[in-house]
């Protein structure tokens, strides 16, 4: 049996020895923030991008990788299975031409 609290206690005096138990929510929360500054640690201390990349934004990316990954759809529909690509700067224009691969 539990045993009663005196009488005559003022609520402050009750609750002065409890500790409240982390709630889920806090805890998920305490986790996350852990895992997001050791991701922003670990992403400080990746390697630069190559050269190569360099002025290459993730939006720039992934619109050049969707127009070739419709270029080489298209290319298969067309009977086109081996190819490679050849690269040509002429001043401020670059141009990707398909090259058929012939054995």
């Avoid at 138990?21 to 190559?50: H, I």
């Amino acid at each position: 049996m539990m045993k009663r609290p005196p009488r005559g206690l003022t609520d402050k005096d009750m609750i002065k020895n409890y500790v409240e138990e982390k709630s889920v929510e806090a805890q998920l929360m305490t986790a996350a923030k852990k895992a997001e500054k050791r991701r922003l640690a670990d992403a400080a201390d990746a390697p630069p991008e190559p050269l190569a990349k360099a002025g290459f934004t993730k939006d720039l990316t992934e619109k050049l990788g969707m127009e070739l990954l419709a270029m080489k759809m298209e290319l298969e529909m067309g009977g086109v299975k081996s190819f490679d690509y050849k690269i040509k700067r002429d001043g401020e224009k670059i141009t990707l031409t398909v090259v058929d691969k012939k054995f």
